[in-house]
Structures are given as C-alpha cells and as structure tokens.
C-alpha cells in the first residue's frame, strides 16, 4: 500500500512539472513582452521575473486641445476643471495611469494658433480643426500620426460609433490620418425671429425674403435701438439668405463644387441685398467688429432684447443656453423659427453638412497615439457617451423614454453649455446610429425648448444642399486656403457689405477680381479638373 501511495506521489510531481515548464514557455496575454502597446525589439530571451511589489510607475500626460468660447456661464466651473475633465481623469486617466491635461485654444482662432503650435512643434497631443485643408497641408508635410493601426487595435467601441462612412472622410493619401467626429443633425444654420415682436406690432410671421426685409423695417422703426436683423452676421451664417439668390438653374454639381460663391450666378445679388440692410441700419453697424473674432457680442445683444431675428447655428440658442438667459432676462420673450428665404423655384435652398464633423488628429511629435486612440475609444462606449453629453443623472439630466432629457436647473445650465466641446467625437446629442428620429428627440431633450429644437432642426434641414465630394486632394486649395479664406470671409465680407450703394458694384468687381488673382481662379481650375476625373 506504501509502495503505491510513493509511486502515486511521483507521478503527480511530473505532472506538476510539465504543467509548470509548458506555462512558462506559452506567456501570459497581459504580460510586457506580449502586450501589443510594448515594442518589439526582436529578442527571444525570457524577461526576468517582475518583483511582485514592483512600485507604480510615473503616469505618462496626455495633452488633449480644448476650444474657450468665452462663454462660461456666471455659475458655471472653469473650462479646465469641472465635472467633464474630473470624470474624464477619474474613469479614464487614473484607471491607465494617464494625466490629463488640457490645452485652451481660442475658438474662433483655432486655425491659426494651430499652425504656430505645430510650426514650433508643440502642438498638443491630441488637436483638432473643422477645416479641411488644414489637415491635407499637414499631411503632405508629413507633420500627422498615421492612426489606422491604432484603431484596428484599441478602436473597437469608436468603430461601432462612427462607422466605416465617416471614417473615411479622415483618410488622406489611403492612409487614415485622422479621426472624424460624426454629424448626428446634418442642419447647419436656422433663423429665428421675435414673434413677441411681430404679435405688439400685429404682423404676420414673414415667408419670403421681401417680406423679411419688410419686417426688418418695421422692427426698426418701431425700436430704433434694436437690432433688426443682428444674429451672428458672417459669411456662414448667412448661407441661407444668399443660396436663396443664386440663380440654381445655372448651377451645376461641378460649379457647386468647383466655384468659389463669390462667382455664383446670383451671389452679387445677395451681397447687394446686405449691402442694403447695412446701408438701411437693419444689420448691426458694428458687425464688422465680430468677424474673425471672439466678441460674443450677438449673444450679449439677444439675452438684453436687442435683436429682432437672426441667423444661428442650428438650434444652438439652446445648447449654449442664451436662449434660456433672454427668457430669465424677458418674461414675454417669444422666439419663433422661420424659413423666409425663397429662391425663384419657391425653395429655401441652405448648405447641409455631410456625415463628418470635426476632424481629430495627433500631431507627427506626439508619443501618445495609441493613448489617444484609447481615450476616444474610452469616449465611444455608450455610458461614457451619455455622461460625456448630459451630465449626472438625477443631478443635470433624467431619463424620458429612455432619452436622456435635460433638467431645468442650474446645475445643467451652468454645466452643458460646451458639453460638445469634451465629447468631441460626436457633434450634436447621439443615442442611435440606426435611428434617426432618436438621435433628434435626445437634441429636443430640454423639455422648456423642445418645440424650438425641433423647428430648428425642421426648417434647418429643408431643401438642404450637400456639395459633391472628390476624393482627390486640391493641392492649390491645401496651399492657398488660409489666404483665400481670410479675404473671403473677413475682408471681402466686409468691403463689400458696407461700401457705399453708389459703389457696391464696383467694389463688388474689384474684390472679386483680386480673389480670383490671389489664388481663386487657380484652385477653382484644379477642382474642376478633379471633379471631371473622378465623376466623368
């Protein structure tokens, strides 16, 4: 019996040993040596075993662009140190040993001040711009991290968010270079008017564009303070109102995508129309002030019941919460939406904005791409979404028939103003990429101005027009666009909309003129050369 319990005895000490040997030759999928983050220097030797109280190590930071608006509400924390930054460090930074830190760039001088932190190499680790051609200069210059292998590794989650369509608007030279924020309400910009106004003066809610100009009259007449027509006056914004003269029938998909506005058939119209509500003081005479700047002066002008009507973002009167202030402000304000901007056809034709929104990018000298792609991954995964967008439930927000719906306190007040400006891969509320409507009602979700997200949304949405796409890069554009855009939107603007009446046509020409020769007429001819190639 002693014989057998010996024998019994060895033998499960081989197995032991066998056991023992074949774990130690296979790894372990977390260990150093064959974590996928850990780079391969070719050597087949075994890693000495880790002490097993080895200290923690020194988190790495991570430098994460974060636009000031300028608009941090009386009650509301620091930009840099509130509940969006404390949650991101408490449930992404601290968990992977990562500091957070956060780099403030200016909103309305995003651009240029990202070419001087990337001309001096000291651009954040993660950064961002909406325009195009920046992102193309930087990738012909060789100054951007390649991100694809990053995210078929750590971008599980992103992927499922953004899908493959708006992914691709981040791939330059068939490689992906940059991350694409999702547009979840393709609507650019809406119109609003005070109706309280219009029902003290009993006129009708204006429906074309003479009748808007009527308004404006009388709104000006009966308040000579005011500001008839006074919301954010740039080129963008009155995208609508200038579609609304050009001449669609002359206009190809190629000169949409091709011509610069300012050659449309029509455009010279539309200009003398503002020419003539400056000339007339329906427009802020001031507006000029505002261009290219960070004043907020529009939104000072609106929450003190200076501005008649006016031409914003899609519902963002609501997001960024002055809307809430003018109705603290002015008990009897009344805002409605409208859509007076009608062509020949009896269509009110705007700009749509195509599925990409901002673009993310990592900067060529940042050791911190894989972080990078780990913390939008982080982002991506639908209770980070939710909290990243609408605050703490019970606290800023509750749930509605599973939509979160924003409380109307000050703690959400005080806090969603900018909360796109954290939950940076989506622009607009997300809660579906199947379901549209859904994603609609979570934008509607302050129940006080939801008939007004709505309506914005509607008469932003309404015979929209999405320019065509050409894959191929525009070299004279990635050259020239910084150029071309400050003449275009903040001089020529400008000049031209408050020149004299007798010399609107020939300052018209004039600038026009110069555009083209600066460069205009070279990138249209490239863009029409691709546009024939790829669709002819």
Not at 140 to 148: I, K
Request: aromatic share 10%; net charge negative.
């Amino acid at each position: 019996m002693r014989k057998k319990s010996q024998k019994w005895l060895v033998m499960t000490a081989a197995i032991i040993l066998v056991v023992s040997i074949i774990a130690g030759c296979s790894g372990k999928a977390n260990d150093p040596v064959n974590s996928p983050s850990t780079s391969n220097t070719g050597s087949n030797e075994k890693p000495a075993d880790k002490p097993k109280d080895e200290p923690k190590k020194d988190p790495v930071t991570l430098k994460i662009e974060l636009f000031d608006r300028n608009n941090t509400p009386a009650g509301g924390d620091p930009i840099t140190n509130n509940f969006f930054t404390k949650y991101v460090q408490e449930n992404f930074g601290d968990p992977n040993n990562i500091k957070i830190e956060w780099v403030t760039v200016p909103r309305s001088e995003e651009v240029d001040k990202l070419n001087v932190l990337m001309a001096a190499n000291q651009a954040p680790d993660l950064v961002f711009t909406y325009d195009t051609s920046t992102v193309e200069r930087y990738v012909r210059d060789g100054g951007l991290t390649e991100l694809g292998p990053y995210i078929d590794q750590f971008g599980e989650n992103l992927k499922k968010v953004l899908n493959e369509d708006v992914l691709s608007y981040g791939v330059f030279q068939d490689k992906q270079y940059s991350i694409v924020a999702k547009r979840v309400i393709s609507a650019q910009v809406s119109t609003f008017i005070r109706q309280d106004w219009l029902d003290e003066l009993s006129l009708p809610v204006p429906t074309t564009t003479d009748e808007f100009y009527d308004t404006l009259v009388a709104f000006k007449k009966a308040k000579p303070k005011a500001i008839a027509y006074g919301g954010q006056t740039d080129f963008f914004h009155m995208s609508a109102l200038r579609y609304s003269f050009w001449e669609w029938d002359k206009i190809s998909d190629e000169d949409l995508f091709a011509n610069p506005d300012w050659v449309m058939p029509g455009n010279k119209n539309a200009f003398q129309f503002l020419n003539k509500l400056y000339n007339e003081g329906l427009i802020d005479k001031d507006f000029p002030l505002g261009i290219g700047k960070d004043t907020n002066q529009f939104q000072k002008n609106m929450v003190n019941s200076l501005i008649g009507a006016g031409s914003t973002n899609t519902n963002e009167p609501v997001y960024m919460g002055y809307l809430a202030e003018l109705m603290t402000n002015d008990a009897n304000a009344k805002i409605t939406l409208i859509d007076p901007f009608k062509d020949s056809r009896g269509k009110t034709p705007k700009p749509s904005y195509t599925p990409n929104g901002i673009y993310i990018i990592v900067p060529k000298t940042s050791q911190r791409a894989e972080e990078v792609v780990k913390y939008l991954d982080w982002m991506s995964k639908p209770e980070n979404i939710v909290r990243m967008q609408n605050g703490t439930e019970g606290e800023t927000f509750e749930y509605v028939d599973g939509i979160p719906k924003t409380l109307d306190n000050d703690a959400a007040k005080n806090l969603l103003f900018n909360y796109f400006d954290y939950c940076i891969i989506l622009n607009g509320k997300y809660v579906s990429n199947d379901d549209n409507l859904l994603n609609i009602a979570a934008n509607a979700s302050d129940p006080i101005y939801k008939d007004f997200t709505i309506a914005s949304i509607d008469t932003g949405s309404k015979d929209g027009v999405v320019k065509p796409r050409v894959l191929a890069p525009i070299e004279s554009e990635i050259k020239l666009a910084t150029t071309l855009k400050k003449k275009s939107e903040e001089d020529m603007f400008v000049k031209i909309i408050t020149a004299k009446p007798e010399k609107f046509d020939a300052v018209y020409e004039a600038e026009v003129k110069d555009y083209m020769k600066i460069g205009g007429q070279e990138v249209m001819d490239e863009k029409k050369a691709k546009y024939q190639a790829q669709y002819k």
